[in-house]
């Protein structure tokens, strides 16, 4: 079976509510839904989450100049035939053996965007073609999944009190662990926001921080002594971006608090690192972003290998395939607490994964079980 046809549909919507992680502000939401087509009339469907969408379908044309031809099924191959863009290959200069000129550093993002959206598409396609979910491909047999509902968003006027109503919501629909967005206040005013959502939810129900790279390394474990009273169950992503794995280990030897990080990491090769400095108990790294799943489930062998817990970041009707093959060694996947957070996931599938008393339930139809709702996708392509 080969590949005939790489098309990207970028797509974007205005938010019904502005909003602020710790430090990016935004208006709108996107997604670029990648559409990998054979010559056995086999159709796969990936997608990418954020990020420039020019520039990554740009690549994904590229690439697609590389791999037409191939074997559809042969996913490892042809993930490293589109990540060998990246990198000068010896024996010459330039585009001597075929392949694009090495993509310039300034491109790494938006390639392994442009890669993770190729490649879940295979994986769709290589799930079709043998008539099973990918989950089932993978060896799981678990249809339901644990997850959890993020939200908590900053915009204007919201109180402390406002926040716990919102993350409080998550709760009477079932969902049995909340997370929320925190760090760019001022300690007193970063407690009162956590105390007010602890109340809210009661002590029974998980409650994780996504601190989005809020604090310099000095301050963070003093914020993570302060918060731990509130029973909290993971701070993720709380340094800075610029931090590195020592850091993160030096952090995690003061916090009473366990970590949790990596949906920004590109490749299996950084996330190794976090994985080997013991600093993280949760790896989040996500194929949607960067590198696809097939990058994702080397990772998530690894993290199994030594003792971390498979935490993938969004994308549940993606990831949650994985966190069903991983069984015990994966924590679960991650809901959006409401649709308004993100529309596009929301409502470009007319079939797929649905949520349902703090579960993920994925279907048993072949590939990743989507189906696309054309009719949306045409109202919002960018």
Not at 40 to 59: D, H, L, N, R
Request: proline residues 4%; contains cysteine.
């Amino acid at each position: 079976m080969k590949i005939t046809e790489v098309i990207t549909h970028p797509l974007q919507t205005n938010l019904e509510q502005p909003a602020w992680n710790s430090h990016e502000h935004r208006k709108v939401t996107t997604v670029t839904l990648f559409e990998v087509r054979t010559d056995e009339g086999i159709t796969g469907f990936g997608e990418v989450q954020g990020g420039s969408q020019k520039a990554t379908c740009e690549i994904a044309a590229l690439f697609a100049e590389c791999i037409v031809g191939m074997d559809a099924l042969a996913t490892t191959t042809i993930w490293k035939r589109m990540f060998s863009c990246l990198n000068p290959r010896p024996g010459g200069l330039g585009d001597w053996d075929g392949l694009p000129k090495p993509l310039a550093r300034s491109q790494r993002a938006d390639a392994t965007a442009a890669i993770a959206g190729i490649d879940i598409a295979l994986w769709d396609i290589k799930g079709k073609a043998a008539n099973m979910p990918v989950y089932k491909l993978l060896g799981g047999s678990e249809k339901s999944i644990f997850t959890y509902g993020t939200g908590g968003h900053f915009y204007e006027g919201q109180t402390p009190e406002v926040l716990a109503e919102d993350i409080g919501s998550y709760v009477e629909k079932g969902y049995k662990a909340v997370k929320m967005k925190a760090g760019p206040f001022a300690m007193k005013d970063e407690l009162a926001r956590i105390e007010a959502v602890r109340k809210a939810i009661g002590p029974d129900v998980l409650l994780m921080l996504d601190l989005s790279g809020a604090l310099p390394h000095e301050y963070a474990a003093e914020y993570a002594r302060a918060i731990a009273e509130y029973d909290i169950f993971w701070l993720e992503e709380p340094l800075h971006w610029h931090y590195q794995p020592a850091d993160y280990a030096r952090l995690a030897s003061e916090s009473p608090v366990a970590l949790a990080h990596g949906e920004r990491e590109w490749t299996r090769y950084t996330t190794r690192d976090f994985i080997d400095s013991g600093a993280i108990k949760f790896i989040q790294f996500d194929g949607t972003r960067h590198s696809g799943f097939t990058e994702a489930l080397r990772i998530a062998h690894y993290a199994e290998q030594n003792g971390v817990l498979i935490a993938p970041h969004t994308a549940k009707h993606i990831h949650g395939h994985l966190v069903s093959a991983f069984g015990d060694a994966a924590f679960g996947a991650e809901s959006h607490g409401v649709d308004l957070r993100h529309p596009i996931q929301a409502n470009m599938y007319s079939k797929s994964a649905t949520y349902k008393d703090g579960m993920v339930h994925l279907n048993d139809d072949p590939g990743f079980g989507i189906e696309v709702n054309w009719d949306y996708v045409e109202k919002v392509r960018a």
